[in-house]
């Protein structure tokens, strides 16, 4: 939870924009007062560059995360005109619609459609094969070596030096890269994205010397 997970003193949309980027998918959910919900002042959220809905919206369409809008209680999908500039490629994403009627096999519907975006082993775990018990004993294999390809001691280290300049998301943001990244030296050069400054982005590649 966002207020709860930020800590205080720092910038709440650096904060946002790193946890964004370290999810592998974002789920939209959207109600039929999505679109024209209010703040204390009367002012619609969305209009707002400030609102954290908003904030992480726009961070995840920015680096191409994958957005799966969520359509609750009969909404529609917002039109391109209706959304600010920077959420207006939402209108172009899939969605997926949960009823009441239908709540089982829609959300049967909703876990296939993020099968993809999820680690092997936990599609493995979520959706395993019933009628191939070989082929699903080959693939928990196999994401048993991608998983385990860096030490956790690796792992640990590597995020307690990217922490120095991001923050306690570093933990999340390396075992995300961890996974897509085939030795250390990658693994360094993938998370030292989050870094902003190039003169520490290049004391962090140095520390990863090891």
């Not at 899939?94 to 999820?118: C, F, G, I």
């Not at 922490?163 to 570093?170: D, N, V």
Request: charged share 30%; aromatic share 4%; proline share 6%.
């Amino acid at each position: 939870m966002d207020v709860a997970a930020i800590e205080p003193g720092r910038d709440f949309r650096k904060a946002i924009d790193q946890s964004v980027a370290s999810c592998s998918v974002l789920l939209a959910m959207i109600g039929r007062d999505w679109l024209d919900t209010r703040d204390a002042q009367g002012q619609r959220r969305l209009d707002n560059v400030n609102d954290f809905v908003r904030m992480e919206l726009a961070s995840a369409l920015r680096r191409d995360i994958p957005v799966v809008p969520v359509l609750v209680r009969g909404a529609k999908m917002p039109t391109e005109d209706q959304l600010p500039d920077d959420l207006k490629e939402l209108h172009y994403r899939n969605a997926v619609e949960l009823t009441h009627a239908r709540w089982k096999s829609d959300v049967q519907l909703l876990v296939r459609a993020l099968h993809p975006y999820m680690d092997p082993q936990s599609a493995d775990e979520a959706c395993p094969p019933v009628d191939a018990p070989e082929t699903a004993t080959r693939s928990s294999a196999a994401a048993a070596v991608t998983s385990t390809q860096f030490e956790p001691q690796t792992i640990e280290r590597i995020s307690k030096e990217l922490a120095t300049y991001i923050g306690p998301i570093s933990s999340v943001i390396v075992k995300q890269a961890a996974k897509r990244c085939s030795s250390i030296e990658d693994l360094c050069i993938k998370v030292a994205e989050e870094i902003e400054a190039e003169p520490e982005r290049a004391r962090f590649l140095k520390s990863c010397r090891f």
